[in-house]
């Protein structure tokens, strides 16, 4: 049986897609930008336990700046969840917490990282071009057609770094499970999994059958992030579906509980040192953030959950991001 082109493309192990999925010419960034914002000079930060608090902070205002820019130049987008997630962004792939290898993005032995709240995406293809997975220009082709950088994490379009498509909320979870269940029962591998969910989205059914499975199976390659935030798309989370104690909840489904202040390099440093010395459990690292932070006008404000800012508002939130 012969398969279609595009087909075969889909089946293939990988995904090799390297012009985008629905056609050989991918969006051109903006070169006047591109100098302005000095992504044709930019080198990639390095992964290491050695970055002090400092590097990282600098680190995690890189990926905010990158946020802004992204979404500027996209008109559209989610603005609060990525700013307040990037301190959490910034020590999972610069800290020394994953293993990976930007040259070569499905290295067997990388561990992976999967975003269950994918609309959160911006904060996660920052991380990914600030690490050095594709070229840092290619931001500014956020969500326009043909980009490898749509409004969702896509798996068939390509980008290094992107280990699942994402989106639909709580799906995300039961993913990064599946995953760290086949490496720890099936193929008895070192790798690890994470996954970062929104706290809106624990109010998804699948999220705890997810969860009761990474406990049954004693996963303790599997740690989850839950990016308490306290915001939702419509309003304060104890308002629209009450989640306290969310840590609690956590440790009755059998996880180990830990909870940090997700803006603070320091805490986020011992969060994910204490995961890793676990042994015979799942994980759960509840991050206490703001929605926004680092942006005055945003911070802590849920209207700002899925709206970009405008040019004029870019420009004062970079003003702020140094």
């Not at 099936?186 to 406990?215: H, Q």
């Not at 989370?237 to 009450?242: A, K, L, N, P, V």
């Not at 969310?246 to 994910?272: D, S």
């Amino acid at each position: 049986m012969v398969l279609p082109s595009r087909m075969a493309r889909l089946t293939h192990q990988i995904y090799p897609l390297t012009t985008g999925f629905h056609g050989p010419a991918r969006p051109v960034p903006n070169p006047e930008l591109v100098s302005q914002y000095g992504y044709d000079r930019f080198t990639p930060f390095t992964n290491s336990a050695d970055h002090t608090d400092a590097e990282l902070h600098e680190i995690a205002q890189s990926i905010r700046r990158d946020i802004i820019r992204e979404l500027v130049e996209a008109k559209s987008g989610h603005s609060g969840g990525p700013l307040g997630s990037a301190d959490i962004f910034a020590m999972l792939y610069f800290g020394g917490v994953m293993r990976y290898d930007p040259a070569n993005p499905w290295w067997p032995e990388r561990d992976r990282f999967i975003l269950s709240a994918g609309h959160m995406c911006p904060v996660l293809y920052s991380t990914l071009a600030n690490a050095g997975f594709f070229p840092k220009e290619e931001l500014l082709t956020l969500r326009k057609f043909n980009s490898r950088l749509q409004g969702h994490p896509g798996r068939d379009m390509g980008l290094p770094g992107i280990e699942s498509s994402t989106g639909s909320l709580g799906q995300g979870l039961g993913i990064a499970v599946g995953m760290a269940l086949a490496d720890k029962r099936v193929e008895k591998n070192g790798r690890r999994v994470f996954a970062l969910t929104g706290d809106g989205e624990l109010s998804e059914g699948e999220i705890w059958e997810a969860a009761l499975i990474a406990a049954h199976w004693e996963l303790d390659n599997f740690t989850m992030i839950v990016d308490r935030n306290n915001c939702q798309i419509d309003g304060r989370t104890e308002d629209i579906m009450r989640l306290n104690p969310v840590g609690n909840k956590f440790r009755a489904f059998n996880f180990h509980v830990i909870e940090c202040n997700g803006n603070n390099i320091n805490e986020l440093r011992a969060a994910f040192k204490e995961a890793r010395s676990i042994t015979g459990k799942p994980k759960c690292i509840v991050a206490q953030t703001f929605m926004g932070r680092g942006v005055s006008f945003m911070e802590d404000d849920y209207r700002w959950h899925g709206k970009p800012p405008t040019a004029e508002q870019g420009v004062e939130a970079l003003a702020e991001l140094v």
